[in-house]
């Protein structure tokens, strides 16, 4: 399954469960980690931001619920820029071959 | 003792016997070969011109083998005229394969010293090699990486004359099973620009040694057990990685750095993470998370080692491996960065 919309900044299918892509190494340093992509031999840096989205990522989880426990971590208001910039965390996720999509 | 710089040219019939001894791939005469072992890196230099290798055994006599390892880098100068112009050319060749040929004998010391370099790089395989020199300071090994231009062999220079150990320049070498940066005690290929303000640090530039190295122009080599006996410091673990960036106009400075970025950033500017791959990637977490990371605006030689003198002096066990605050970024802050290896 590819990514759900076709224009950058639209929003994801709400169902869409982004899953962690199998295949990467990662380390967890402080809070922020560092991913190494077994298969392309790319390795990728996740500030913490980044990576607690990464994290969340479970495959399991709908887009729709992911802003919810974000705000919960980070302990900040739900609010539509969030959404926003979930959206686009886990596009440039995508984009780098950080996630891909279960099943709705 | 014979220099570069005032190296009589070889006469001609020193010159004819050299054509006839050398032919496309022949190698110098045995007489002229020396073995060495620097650090963990065994070296045999075969070369024809008495100046040169004279040179290269003043700054690594204290490497000197009386018998070559059996796999030992070689390299060998050896001196060819054109056939057109009768013009002599130095052939350098790195285990027999042809690196680079020069026109000028002052070119020649540093693109040995470069062949030595690409030598290690590949045929190396047991450590994992940073591009970056390294230091180290009552135990603490400190890599200091980065990209070219950056002053990195500058600072080991400095940091040389403040009492450090010197353990490499160019690379920095892990031992994957130690973690411990290993010594490779290369002579410090200092640029010319640097010249004076090391000169004023009390350090050993022999400045009528001046030779050439490409676009880097004029070099000297720095022989760190020149400037005081024992200053080649032990293997040790890393408890400092900073990544220098040179301003002139800049007062220097240290900022905190995160160790997942200093892990992205090492692998950058690793020689050898395609071989080492998961392995690589392992071993740098580990040593980030044992260390500091910071990065480095230098600018003042004398100003910015006395700041990293400062800082490592402040680093105690208790507090190095405390995290680096890397700050709570809000969400439309979050960062992907991806590099290819």
Known sequence: MTLAATHPEAPLKPDARPRQRAGLRCHELDDEAVLYDLAHHAVHYLNATAYAVWRQCDGRTPVAKLPGRLATHFSIAEDDSLIADTHRALRGMAENGLVDWGAA | ?341
Request: proline share 8%.
């Open chain 2, 1 to 341: 003792m014979t220099t570069i710089a005032d190296t009589t040219p070889p006469t001609l019939s020193d010159l004819t016997i050299s054509v006839r001894d050398t032919g496309a791939t022949s190698r110098p005469r045995e007489h002229s070969m020396r073995h060495y072992r620097i650090g963990p890196v065994p070296v045999t230099l075969a070369c024809e011109v008495p100046g040169i290798a004279d040179d290269f055994h003043r700054y690594y006599r204290r490497c000197e083998v009386f018998a070559p390892a059996t796999h030992s880098f070689r390299i060998d100068v050896v001196i060819r005229r054109s056939p057109r112009s009768l013009r002599r050319y130095f052939h350098i060749l790195a285990n027999g394969r042809e690196q680079c040929i020069l026109r000028g004998a002052r070119s020649v010391l540093p693109f040995v010293e470069w062949t030595m370099n690409a030598l290690v790089a590949k045929f190396l395989p047991h450590y994992y090699q940073i591009h970056a020199a390294s230091v180290s300071h009552q135990g603490v090994g400190v890599i200091l990486a980065g990209s070219p231009g950056q002053g990195k062999s500058t600072l080991a220079a400095g940091m040389l004359a403040r009492g450090w150990s010197y353990l490499s320049d160019e690379f920095a070498l892990i031992d994957p099973d130690t973690r411990h940066l290993e010594p490779f005690p290369k002579a410090i290929c200092i640029k010319a620009g640097s010249f004076a303000t090391l000169l004023e640090q009390g350090l050993p530039l022999d400045l009528k040694r001046v030779l050439h190295k490409g676009h880097k122009g004029p070099v000297s080599l720095l022989d760190p057990a020149a400037v005081r006996p024992n200053a080649v410091g032990p293997p040790c673990p890393v408890g400092l990685i900073v990544f220098p960036r040179y301003d002139p106009h800049a007062a220097p400075a240290i900022e905190p750095m995160s160790r997942a970025q200093a892990v992205f950033e090492l692998i950058q500017v690793s020689f050898n993470f395609s071989k080492f791959r998961d392995r690589g990637f392992d071993l740098l977490a580990a040593v980030a998370r044992k260390a500091q990371c910071v990065r480095l605006r230098s600018g003042d030689l004398v100003e910015t080692c006395e700041l990293l003198d400062n800082f490592l002096f402040r680093l105690s066990p208790l507090n190095s491996c405390a995290a680096v605050a890397a700050g709570r970024h809000s969400l439309d802050h979050a960062a992907i960065q991806r590099g290819q290896t």
